[in-house]
């Protein structure tokens, strides 16, 4: 099984353009990232090109995060700002050779039904997937827990893939999260089989918290052993917090 670090999470006692480095020097070859603004992007990519990572997979840009923002494929004003937003994400993760760009949906806006913001996501998504078959990646939708954030649209994969198929497209697959999964009630090392021929791409965290492996109760080495079970054959990406020192958490991670 291949580990990807996710330098948003991990590292995260250094500077954001420090981390790459890091990385490699923990022995990680393959690295992704939440979005990290059209200032730091290609400075970014330049840090991951020097160390020699790989990068699988880059987040598009989801709006004011720290002001609850995840996504605004829903809100039909913002349909331009959408599709501008993937094509920034689909160019830097050509840039840097990822193959996946993990585009955030929204949160419930309160206006009109959850089914007709649905509706208006998957134009979106759509949209964004013919712009990704001209770039050589691909999208995921990863479903986050309306535990931790009320209202976001595909808190489940169920409710993930109910958006992937109104997209219509093969270009869209899903992102499994270990850790939203388990917010939302599911054991995801039993429950990650039924999902696996959808997945592009896998995350971990410990819950609950959020933490590394050990500080909850998604075993990693079960959750390992049900990939390998099910011919998953792609990147685990650990995006845990790993509290003051991640080469102290990753040196705790049973391998």
């Known amino acids: 099984m291949i580990f990807s670090a996710h330098l948003s999470m991990l590292f995260r006692e250094l500077p954001y353009l420090e981390r790459p480095a890091a990385a490699a020097a923990a022995g990680f ?18 840090q991951v090109d020097r160390h020699s990572l790989g990068v699988q997979l880059l987040n ?22 959408s599709l501008a937003a993937f094509r920034a994400a689909a160019a830097a993760a050509g ?10 949906v929204g949160r419930d806006t309160g206006r009109v039904p959850r089914k007709e913001q649905l509706r208006v996501a998957a134009s979106a998504l759509a949209a964004c997937a013919e712009g990704a078959r001209g770039c050589d990646v691909r999208i995921v939708i990863e479903p986050i827990n309306d535990r931790d954030v009320p209202g976001y649209l595909v ?24 850790y939203h999964a388990a917010r939302m009630g599911a054991d995801p090392c039993e429950d990650v089989a039924t ?3 959808f997945v592009g791409h896998v995350h971990y965290a410990d819950c609950p918290g959020r933490g590394a492996p050990g500080t909850g109760e998604v075993d ?36």
């Open 29 to 46: 070859a393959v690295v992704e990232t939440w979005w990290p603004g059209a200032d730091l992007v290609e400075a970014w990519a330049e």
């Open 60 to 81: 598009c840009d989801g709006g004011e995060i720290e002001a609850g923002e995840r996504g605004f494929l829903n809100v039909p004003e913002r349909h331009e700002e």
């Open 95 to 104: 840039r840097c050779g990822a193959p996946y760009v993990n585009v955030l």
């Open 155 to 178: 808190p489940t994969p169920e409710a993930a893939l109910e958006l992937i198929e109104l997209a219509g497209s093969d270009e869209v697959l899903l992102l499994y999260d270990a």
């Open 195 to 197: 999902w696996l021929p």
């Open 220 to 255: 990693f080495r079960r959750l390992v052993r049900a990939l390998e079970a099910g011919g998953y054959e792609g990147v685990v990406g650990l995006e845990f917090d790993p509290g003051p020192s991640t080469p102290e958490a990753l040196a705790a991670v049973p391998w």
